[in-house]
């Protein structure tokens, strides 16, 4: 069965520190990973990746995904309590159109 | 100019009723979803249609039936609601790969 496993699932540091969140799959016709940020409502994108090594870079945020060890990151620098939500990792398979198989998400909670 | 939105924000119902989620979005996408997020936070897909076409339909209940009157619109029927169906239901659209999602519909049955 498809599975997209994240950790930590929860994660509270101090404003200004750096955290990582990582995330790992298991999926058989791999597309695409991607990452969103969820606060009250809908889940925004973040980034999409497709191949190895090559990092994603928005502002203090940035990924990477690693295909041949089916596990990818996501940073953030110098966090602020805006950066406080839920993330979540989704990995896209095509099945005609695109499934999106979520992981559990890591809530973050980022302390003054 | 809202990309993806649904209607209601939210329904509170009780068990054993029928009631209708609306989805409309005005990207030009192709394909429309439906996902579920439990308490727990956890999204899972229910359904996808690809140009008004069902595409993909997890393991869903009969209950719950999608309809597409076009590719701008995906709308959620659910009969005879269970306690187990309260959620948040969100809708998606995407093209290339990149989904964008609705507000979503927060539903609480009683």
């Known amino acids: 069965e498809d599975k997209v496993v994240q950790s930590p699932l929860s994660l509270v540091v101090h404003e200004g520190d750096t955290v990582t969140l990582n995330c790992s799959y298991e999926?058989?016709?791999?597309?695409?990973l991607l990452w969103y940020k969820q606060e009250k409502k809908a889940p925004t994108f973040l980034f999409m990746l497709t191949s190895s090594g090559i990092e994603k870079k928005s502002g203090r945020l940035s990924s990477i995904l690693d295909k041949k060890e089916l596990f990818s990151i996501l940073n953030i620098t110098a966090t602020q309590t805006g950066d406080s939500a839920i993330y979540l990792c989704?990995?896209?398979?095509?099945?005609?159109?695109?499934?999106?198989?979520f992981g559990q998400g890591t809530r973050l909670t980022i302390n003054p | 100019d809202t990309a993806v939105s649904q209607t209601p924000k939210y329904l509170v119902t009780q068990m054993g009723n029928d009631k209708s989620i609306k989805c409309e979005q005005n990207l030009g996408h192709d394909t429309m979803y439906w996902y579920k997020q439990d308490s727990k936070k956890f999204l899972k897909i229910m359904f996808s249609?690809?140009?008004?076409?069902?595409?993909i339909n997890e393991t869903v209940p009969n209950r719950f039936s999608p309809k597409s009157p076009d590719k701008a619109h995906l709308n959620l029927h659910i009969n005879s609601l269970e306690l187990g169906d309260s959620a948040v239901y969100f809708c998606?659209?995407?093209?290339?790969?990149?989904?964008?999602f609705g507000p979503g519909t927060r539903l609480t049955v009683t």
């Open positions: 249609y690809n140009n008004k076409e069902l595409i």
């Open positions: 998606a659209s995407s093209q290339a790969g990149q989904q964008y």
């Open positions: 999926v058989t016709n791999f597309r695409s």
């Open positions: 989704a990995v896209g398979e095509l099945q005609g159109a695109q499934k999106l198989v």
